[in-house]
């Protein structure tokens, strides 16, 4: 498929998802208290990488003050066999409403011995596990970036082919995708590695300039939808 058809159908995807209001959205404006939980790997929890995750969470609890109860619940070093082995307790332990996850990075690192189609496949079960706890819940896969740098490279051959398979996850079970990939790979079409590496940090973390000007502002509107972009 021409790649920048697909571009294209990825981000008219991810509007269509976030642009309806979410239950998790829905309930916090009657007033119910909700539960986030964020699941993932480097990007979300190494102090340098997370300023997204922080910056998300506090613009949503100043938002909604004293209603959200938010766990980051993510690990560095790892991919999705850690994270389907340990959903229970990390993740369905704490009850989400509102689930925010992605592997796929650290998938698709060759020492990790895994096949494309085990990102999607790990998702769909994280997927299905915790709608037999919450039908309820407000699920959101993110995808980073498809355009790995240096050694982040060399150790991700097969990244897109992995990315690929969460898309297809997604839109199997019916969740929200936020696919960061798509700007990304915007940058990098304009100015190649050197406009893009400001913007990941070791070749495939985020950094700050990330988290500000991509990461927060397309999750935000996914949860909340663009009538909240500026809040």
Do not use: H
């Amino acid at each position: 498929m021409n790649r920048i058809f697909l571009v294209i159908l990825v981000s008219i995807f991810i509007v269509s998802t976030a642009s309806a209001q979410t239950t998790f959205l829905k309930k916090l404006k009657k007033g119910e208290k909700q539960t986030v939980v964020f699941y993932g790997a480097s990007a979300a929890i190494n102090t340098s990488n997370r300023v997204w995750v922080d910056q998300l969470r506090t613009r949503l609890e100043r938002r909604f003050p004293e209603k959200i109860t938010f766990y980051n619940c993510s690990k560095s070093g790892i991919g999705s066999f850690w994270a389907t082995e340990n959903f229970k307790d990390s993740v369905l332990s704490r009850k989400p409403d509102l689930l925010i996850f992605g592997f796929s990075e650290n998938d698709a690192v060759t020492r990790f011995n895994n096949a494309p189609w085990y990102s999607g496949k790990c998702a769909e079960y994280m997927v299905d596990n915790l709608r037999a706890q919450n039908p309820d819940a407000t699920i959101v896969l993110y995808i980073l970036s498809e355009r790995p740098l240096g050694q982040s490279a060399e150790t991700r051959p097969e990244l897109a082919a992995f990315n690929a398979s969460c898309r297809e996850a997604a839109k199997k079970k019916g969740i929200i995708l936020v696919d960061y990939s798509v700007e990304f790979n915007k940058i990098y079409d304009a100015g190649g590695e050197e406009a893009l590496k400001p913007y990941q940090r070791d070749g495939i973390l985020p950094t700050r300039k990330a988290a500000q000007e991509i990461l927060v502002p397309m999750m935000w509107e996914a949860i909340l939808g663009r009538d909240s972009t500026k809040k």
